[in-house]
C-alpha cells in the first residue's frame, strides 16, 4: 500500500512542551512499595529506591511526575507522609482499600525525583481536603523558612524548599467514585478559593483545574463550563483523561482509538475558548491530559483483588505489542496538538498500567508500551509540523473512518524526525515523504518496533520478545511494516 505525508518547514503547530512526556506515580498497588521504593531489594539505594527502576525512568527522559494521585489523593492527609518514619500512621486507604504505610511521602518523593531527572507535579487533596491543608502543603513544599510548615520541613531535614512548580486542584472530582466527589459548581468554587491562598503563599506556582474523568461522564462539557466559569482568572490549564483498551478483540478498531483522543482534545479546547470570550478574556488556556494510556488488561482481576494489603498487585496490565501500536497513535495525536496541551502523563510509570515492571524482590524490565514512550519523549522535540496524510481508511463501528496511516513531523536542532503509525494488519506501506522548505534530509536511522505476534508481551522471563530493531529504509523512500511503529531521523543536510 502507498501513503504519503506532505510538511513543510514554514508549517508549524506549535513549539513541543518538554512536559509532553510526563508520568504519573500513585500511591496505588506496587507503584510506590515494591515499584520505586523497595528498601530490602538488593538494589536499593542509600534511601530505599529501587536503582535498577531509577535507570529505566531515566532512559525515558520523563520531565515531569505527577504525584501522590489519581483517587488516592482525595482522601490523602499529607502531613501522615512526612517526618521520623517510624512515627508515621499507617492508615486504611479508601480508594483502593489497601493499607498506607506512608513510608514514602513527600520528603522521599521529592527527592526519588531528582534522582530520576524529573520534576515533581504535586496534587492537593480537595476531595476530604480543606483549602488550609492545601495552602500549609504548598508553604511546607515551597516557602523558605520562618514559618509553620516550612520549619517544620527543615526541622525534617530539608533546608532548602522543593520549588515545585506545578499543583493538581484535586483529581476527577467529577466521578462519583472519588472521596468528596463534588458537583461542577461546588468544585469550580473550592478550586478558585484552593487557588487564591496556593499563589498567595507562592505566586510562582501554576494550577491545573480538574476536567471531566473522560469525555463519556454524562457531564462532560458541563462540567468544563462551569468549573472554567467559577475558576478561570485563577488557574494555568484544564485536565483531561483518558484510557483505552481493545475490549471487543477488534485490533483494527483499538487502534483507531486516538481518533477519539483528537476529538477529546479538540472538544476541550473549544470550551475553553468559549469561556475565554465570554470572558472577554485574553489568556489561551492551556491543556494538561495528566492521565491517558490503555488500561483493560488488569481489569477483571482486581475485582476480585484481596482488600487491605500492603502494596497488592493492582492495575498490573501486562502490555502486548498492538497496546505499544495504540500508545504510539495516541502519542502522535498529542505531537499534533503541542500547541494546546502543554502537559500530558502517561499513566502510570512502575507496576500500576505502566511501561516499566517490576518483581518484589527481583528483576525490572521494560514493557512493550515502553518504547514508543521512550523514543517520542527523545526525539519528539522543538516544532511539531503540520502534516497532510493522504492514505486509505478503513471503516470501524466505533471510531468511524481510521486511516492507515498515523503520523507527524517533529523538528529540533538540525534533525527532522517523523514518527509514524503503520495501522494496517495485513499490507507493509511505502510512503512518499514531501518535507520542503529543508533542502536535503539524511536519513540517520530508521527505529521500528514490529512483531508478527499482535498480543507478545515482555516479561521477567523475556523482556526482549518486544524490543525496537533497524527498520527497512533505505535512503528516503520509507517502508514501514504491516502493524509497526517508526521513527524515522533526518539530519537537515541543507542545500
Ligand atoms: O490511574 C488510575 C486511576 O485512574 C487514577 O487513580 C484515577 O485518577 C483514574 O480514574
Request: hydrophobic share 40%; net charge negative; charged share 25%.
Amino acid at each position: 500500500m502507498k501513503a504519503k505525508l506532505t510538511a513543510n518547514k514554514s508549517y508549524v503547530i506549535g513549539e513541543i512542551s518538554p512536559r509532553l512526556y510526563g508520568s504519573f506515580i500513585e500511591h496505588l498497588g506496587r507503584a510506590v512499595y515494591g515499584g520505586i521504593y523497595e528498601p530490602d531489594h538488593p538494589l536499593a539505594d542509600d534511601m530505599g529506591f529501587r536503582k535498577d527502576v531509577l535507570e529505566l525512568v531515566r532512559q525515558l527522559n520523563v520531565p515531569i511526575v505527577r504525584y501522590p494521585g489519581g483517587n488516592f489523593v482525595s482522601g490523602y492527609n499529607w502531613e501522615d507522609g512526612t517526618g521520623d518514619k517510624s512515627k508515621r500512621p499507617r492508615r486504611a486507604e479508601l480508594a483502593w482499600s489497601s493499607i498506607e504505610t506512608n513510608q514514602v511521602g513527600i520528603d522521599e518523593f521529592q527527592e526519588w525525583a531528582s534522582r530520576a531527572g524529573c520534576e515533581v507535579m504535586m496534587a492537593v487533596n480537595l476531595g476530604t481536603g480543606t483549602v488550609e491543608d492545601a495552602k500549609n502543603l504548598v508553604e511546607y513544599c515551597n516557602f523558605p523558612g520562618g514559618t509553620k510548615y516550612s520549619d517544620l520541613r527543615r526541622a525534617n531535614g530539608f533546608e532548602k524548599p522543593f520549588g515545585i512548580k506545578t499543583w493538581c486542584l484535586g483529581n476527577e472530582m467529577d466521578g462519583p467514585w472519588q472521596i468528596g466527589h463534588k458537583t461542577a459548581e461546588e468544585y469550580g468554587r473550592l478550586a478558585c478559593e484552593a487557588a487564591k491562598v496556593m499563589k498567595l503563599t507562592d505566586p510562582s506556582i501554576e494550577l491545573v483545574a480538574c476536567g471531566s474523568s473522560h469525555s463519556g461522564m454524562p457531564t462532560f462539557g458541563l462540567w468544563e463550563t462551569e468549573v472554567l466559569r467559577q475558576c478561570w482568572e485563577q488557574v494555568d490549564y484544564l485536565s483531561l483523561h483518558s484510557y483505552y483498551g481493545n475490549r471487543s478483540g477488534d485490533t483494527a478498531e483499538f487502534l483507531g482509538c486516538s481518533l477519539d483522543m483528537d476529538r477529546f482534545i479538540e472538544s476541550v479546547a473549544a470550551i475553553c475558548d468559549y469561556i475565554k470570550a465570554i470572558k472577554r478574556s485574553d489568556k489561551t488556556m492551556r491543556l494538561s491530559f495528566d492521565e491517558w494510556n490503555v488500561w483493560y488488561h488488569s481489569n477483571e482481576k482486581d475485582k476480585q483483588a484481596e482488600k487491605w494489603l500492603v502494596a497488592p498487585p493492582l492495575l498490573e496490565d501486562a502490555y502486548t505489542f498492538e497496546d505499544a501500536l495504540a500508545v504510539g497513535c495516541l502519542l502522535i495525536t498529542l505531537l499534533k496538538h503541542a500547541d494546546r496541551v502543554k502537559i500530558a502523563c502517561l499513566a502510570q510509570l512502575v507496576n500500576v498500567i505502566a511501561p516499566i515492571m517490576t518483581e518484589n524482590g527481583g528483576k525490572a524490565w521494560a514493557q512493550t508500551i515502553y518504547w514508543p514512550f521512550m523514543h517520542a519523549s527523545r526525539y519528539g522535540r522543538g516544532k511539531a509540523l503540520r502534516c497532510v496524510v493522504e492514505c486509505g481508511s478503513y471503516r470501524t463501528a466505533r471510531y468511524g473512518e481510521v486511516p492507515y496511516l498515523e503520523a507527524i513531523a517533529a523538528v529540533d536542532s538540525g534533525e527532522l524526525t517523523v514518527f509514524a503509525v503503520n495501522r494496517s494488519l495485513d499490507e507493509d506501506m511505502e510512503l512518499e515523504l514531501d518535507i520542503s522548505g529543508f533542502g536535503r534530509l539524511e536519513l540517520i536511522e530508521h527505529i521500528a518496533l514490529t512483531s508478527e505476534d499482535l498480543k507478545a508481551v515482555n516479561t521477567a522471563e523475556k523482556p526482549d520478545a518486544v524490543v525496537p530493531s533497524a527498520g527497512k529504509t533505505a535512503g528516503t523512500a520509507p517502508s514501514l511494516e504491516k502493524h509497526s511503529w517508526n521513527v524515522l531521523r533526518y539530519r537537515i543536510a541543507g542545500r
